[in-house]
């Protein structure tokens, strides 16, 4: 299984953009990198996935570079709500193999 | 829809008791997945379950837990005697893989403290 490394925590202003980058070194040819948020007091709330390059949704984009050893998720103009820990899972999810760890994910807070 | 639902949503034992923890997960979901959550280990997969029928569960610390699903819409977590250690919560998480591979949803989790 490839084992991620984030930042432990960041810290950001409302408005701004926010880039939280992840190292996968070992991530293997059938892993997806995936990014969870995680509120206090909730259960994680999926955030996107990706294979390779880039993928964009309503809430965030994923980069991830040709060697996908790393990968980075973007919040464009943060808000205190954004405020929570978001973590970056690589894992095959091939239907019966699915194999997700959970870092300890990067402590996101977002300032006035 | 209503999410995935689990109760209770605190409990509080003694050591030595049994404890049940509940899971009803989206209708329609094929997944169907039990995390534990503490500061010192994080968020860590104990079983999950495919159609009803457990694929992995390698991450169950020891055979004081057990996990049940008998039909698409229950699922249960068993630990039998609960220990202090086994204190956390408790998260089921449940996904659709030909929708969206890899895109589970959380229930909002059982905080279970044993004394």
């Known amino acids: 299984l490839a084992k991620t490394t984030q930042p432990i925590s960041m810290d950001s202003y409302e408005g701004q953009e926010v880039n939280i980058t992840c190292s996968h070194n070992?991530?293997?040819?059938?892993?997806?990198i995936t990014w969870y948020q995680q509120f206090p007091s909730q259960g994680p709330r999926f955030i996107i996935q990706?294979?390779?390059t880039k993928v964009t949704n309503e809430v965030a984009s994923l980069f991830i570079p040709a060697d996908r050893k790393s990968s980075t998720l973007s919040l464009p103009r943060v808000s205190l709500s954004d405020t929570a820990v978001y973590y970056c899972l690589v894992g095959d999810i091939t239907p019966g193999t699915y194999k997700y760890i959970f870092g300890t994910g990067t402590r996101l807070k977002v300032l006035a | 829809d209503a999410g995935v639902i689990q109760s209770p949503r605190h409990e509080v034992t003694e050591m030595g008791q049994e404890v049940t923890l509940r899971c009803k997960p989206i209708?329609?979901?094929?997944?169907l997945f039990w995390y534990r959550q503490t500061m010192m280990r994080g968020l860590e997969l104990l079983i999950y379950?495919?159609?009803?029928?457990?694929?992995?569960d390698s991450g169950m610390p020891e055979d004081r837990f057990s996990a049940k699903m008998p039909n698409a819409s229950f699922s249960t977590l068993k630990i039998q005697p609960s220990e202090p250690r086994d204190s956390a919560v408790y998260f089921c998480?449940?996904?659709?893989?030909?929708?969206?591979?890899?895109?589970?949803?959380f229930g909002p989790g059982t905080r279970l403290t044993v004394t």
């Open positions: 990706g294979y390779k």
């Open positions: 998480a449940s996904s659709f893989q030909g929708r969206a591979p890899g895109e589970q949803y």
């Open positions: 379950f495919n159609n009803n029928v457990p694929i992995d």
């Open positions: 070992n991530i293997a040819t059938n892993d997806y």
């Open positions: 209708s329609g979901h094929d997944y």
